[in-house]
């Protein structure tokens, strides 16, 4: 058998850069992957760095001659981590057909035919880990992107059956408030939603690294079909005391 290599897209961003650090932590090596080219070979550079194993390539998600392209590159892949994802908020009365379709197209069609590429090229059992948020339980201006992160829910069920009998286990991790990029860019007030919070603070990314890094682990192989609130809380309760 071959090195198990760790997949990762969406690696240029704040969660997935966490991972692509800790599964090569971890003893990975990482084949990390982005659209934004600048910011996934500052990825590889930061594992290369840090003494890990790494390989990296742009790649669009939404495209699956390149999904294809990246995944026949990889000579014993063993696990994938789904972290691309696109995020904006809308209120509700002014969300058209156009955002759902944008949101599906990235943030769970392309999770999923990426994921059935990846399971057919592992060949030694495997992991697939996919982000979805805790926004799929709901939220306020998210109607698009709670309804593609709640589908990832029940896609990352189904395929957990479908894969079991090649011990491929499929998870996902429901994030809520993590500092990156794609929160600051919503310019809320960063303290006010931490006291929010029951844990009184906002996630890391390595808090999300970590719970990949659980999944990721060949010891790992009796959790499938899973998801993980990572959320400081908040899916069991708000500050209001009642
Ligand atoms: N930050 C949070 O608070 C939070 C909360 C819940 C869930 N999430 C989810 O976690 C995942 C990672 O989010 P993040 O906070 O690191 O966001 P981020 O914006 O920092 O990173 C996302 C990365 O995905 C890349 N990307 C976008 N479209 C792509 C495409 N078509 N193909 C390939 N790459 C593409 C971007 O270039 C970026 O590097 C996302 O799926 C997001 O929805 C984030």
């Known amino acids: 058998?071959?090195?198990?290599?760790?997949?990762i897209t969406g690696a240029g961003g704040g969660i997935g850069r966490a991972v692509a650090l800790r599964l090569s932590q971890?003893?990975?090596?990482?084949?990390?992957?982005?659209?934004?080219?600048?910011?996934?070979?500052?990825?590889?550079?930061?594992?290369?760095?840090?003494?890990?194993?790494?390989?990296?390539?742009?790649?669009d998600v939404s495209?699956?001659?390149e999904q294809q392209n990246v995944i026949d590159q990889i000579d014993g892949l063993y696990a994938v981590v789904n972290s691309a994802g696109i995020y904006w908020t809308k209120p509700y009365d002014t969300i058209a057909a156009d955002d759902f379709n944008r949101q599906f197209a990235t943030n769970v069609t392309a999770m999923f035919t990426l994921s059935q590429k990846a399971a057919r090229a592992m060949h030694d059992g495997g992991r697939i880990i996919s982000l979805s948020s805790r926004a799929a339980?709901?939220?306020?201006?998210?109607?698009h992107y709670s309804a593609a992160k709640a589908a990832i829910l029940g896609m990352t069920k189904s395929?957990?059956?479908e894969l079991a009998h090649l011990q491929i286990t499929v998870n996902a991790i429901a994030p809520g408030v993590i500092l990156t990029d794609m929160l600051r860019k919503r310019g809320d007030d960063?303290?006010?939603?931490?006291a929010e919070l029951p844990l009184k603070k906002l996630g890391e990314p390595d808090d999300i690294a970590h719970a990949v890094?659980?999944?990721?682990?060949?010891r790992a192989g009796f959790v499938t079909?899973?998801?993980l609130l990572v959320d400081g809380g908040r899916s069991i309760g708000g500050s209001n005391p009642f």
């Open 1 to 7: 058998m071959g090195m198990k290599w760790a997949l």
């Open 26 to 59: 971890d003893g990975f090596p990482v084949y990390v992957t982005d659209i934004n080219e600048a910011h996934v070979r500052e990825t590889a550079r930061l594992v290369k760095q840090s003494g890990g194993d790494v390989r990296s390539s742009v790649l």
């Open 63 to 65: 495209d699956e001659d």
């Open 137 to 143: 339980l709901g939220g306020r201006n998210n109607t």
């Open 159 to 161: 395929m957990a059956l």
């Open 190 to 194: 960063l303290d006010s939603l931490a």
């Open 213 to 218: 890094s659980y999944l990721a682990d060949p």
């Open 225 to 227: 079909g899973q998801v």
